[in-house]
């Protein structure tokens, strides 16, 4: 008599989160910490997970420059960088698989920070200086910089692949037309109005994302020939 045992399948919360892929445990792990993050800032301790440069050049609370790209400044800031990560993230996560995936994310997303806190501390501290590079005494939340880099990462493998922006999803570019433009647009207009954007982060991650993607190039060659013909 021959037993046949059978691999039970997990079922419930458990079985959910092992389905998880790389982008829905960022996503899952932002949702939580910037709910945290927001009870942290009701209670006025918005220093123990957000990143303030100045702060971290003292040498304080130098784990924010990693707990901060996980945290955001309201529901909607949140809801934005989630969705633009559920939009690329899936489809890079399986080109470069789930452990490159994690750490382009954890890796920009730091490189932005630390190149944020040291233009912000360099030029930050005049009003002009403030406005292009950000002042080292703002508080710094939000994923953008890392997901610059994955956008910049697709867009060194798969150049042609169309990108739209969120409030205009009928309007189209390829990603090396789109994702700079992005970038350029939002530090002019941020500049321009004094909006407490994040632009150096941006360009930081992009830096991060440009630069480990053109090294997938060079090493994979053929399997980016392969792939880019699939996405004209």
Do not use: C
Not at 5 to 32: E, H, K, M, P
Not at 56 to 79: A, C, D, P, Q, R
Not at 126 to 153: P, Y
Not at 215 to 222: N, T
Request: proline share 3%; glycine share 12%.
């Amino acid at each position: 008599m021959v037993q046949v045992y059978r691999r039970r399948r997990s079922s419930g919360l458990a079985g959910w989160l092992r389905a998880l892929s790389a982008t829905g445990w960022i996503i899952l792990v932002s949702v939580v910490m910037s709910v945290l993050g927001f009870v942290t800032f009701a209670f006025g301790r918005v220093e123990w997970l957000a990143l303030k440069p100045s702060l971290f050049l003292e040498g304080k609370y130098v784990w924010t420059i990693v707990t901060h790209m996980f945290l955001h400044g309201g529901i909607f800031h949140l809801f934005i960088n989630m969705f633009v990560l559920m939009s690329l993230g899936g489809l890079l996560e399986r080109i470069i698989g789930q452990k490159r995936f994690v750490w382009l994310y954890l890796l920009s997303g730091v490189f932005a920070g630390l190149l944020s806190i040291v233009l912000s501390g360099l030029y930050g501290a005049s009003e002009l200086g403030a406005r292009f590079v950000g002042s080292a005494d703002v508080f710094m939340v939000g994923g953008s910089g890392a997901i610059f880099a994955l956008a910049a990462m697709l867009m060194m493998l798969l150049p042609n692949l169309r990108f739209a922006i969120i409030f205009l999803p009928f309007f189209t570019l390829p990603a090396y037309v789109m994702v700079p433009l992005v970038l350029i647009l939002t530090w002019a207009a941020s500049a321009a109005g004094g909006l407490p954007i994040g632009n150096v982060a941006h360009f930081g991650g992009f830096l991060a994302g440009l630069g480990y993607g053109l090294w997938l190039r060079r090493k994979y060659k053929r399997k980016v020939q392969v792939l880019g013909r699939q996405f004209r």
